[in-house]
């Protein structure tokens, strides 16, 4: 059986400042925080010089008041990452493919059980080639970087 893995809060970084020249243990130290709460929060009690983190994490802390608008600053900012997604396949008749898109895009996900549980606050469409460009090169980077692993059973 093949699975595919979702990538890892620590793999975006590293590709991405690798990509710029920024390599770690030379030009920074890696630490664990176990969760982007936890950086943050490093970063604002000054224990972390910085952090990567997602800014929708950082929204919600502050909007919570766990700390001031003027504890942190971005230092850099990578495209979006989509979240959430729902797809339709590129070889289905246009027709099904736009009922598809409107049973999703008319459903009243407010008051079902599906958005009570979830943190998305907006839908919108979304294209492969572009909204997704930013994840597609961070795993194109990673797999030639990391040996295959093949699960089976």
């Not at 020249?21 to 709460?37: F, I, M, N, R, T």
Request: with cysteine.
């Amino acid at each position: 059986m093949w699975r595919r893995r979702r990538i890892p809060a620590t793999t975006a970084p590293r590709v991405l400042f690798g990509a710029m020249g920024v390599k770690p243990g030379v030009d920074y130290e890696v630490l664990y925080s176990g969760k982007h709460d936890n950086s943050i929060m490093g970063v604002v009690n000054k224990d972390y010089d910085a952090a990567p983190v997602a800014n929708n994490v950082v929204d919600r802390m502050r909007e919570r008041g766990m700390f001031k608008k003027d504890d942190l600053r971005v230092v850099y900012e990578s495209r979006p990452f989509p979240r959430t997604a729902f797809g339709v396949a590129h070889d289905l008749p246009q027709e099904l493919q736009e009922k598809i898109k409107l049973a999703f895009t008319s459903f009243d996900f407010k008051s079902s059980s599906w958005r009570r549980g979830s943190r998305t606050r907006r839908r919108s469409s979304a294209s492969v080639c572009e909204d997704w460009k930013g994840v597609q090169d961070i795993r194109r980077r990673q797999a030639r970087a990391t040996p295959r692993r093949i699960w089976a059973s």
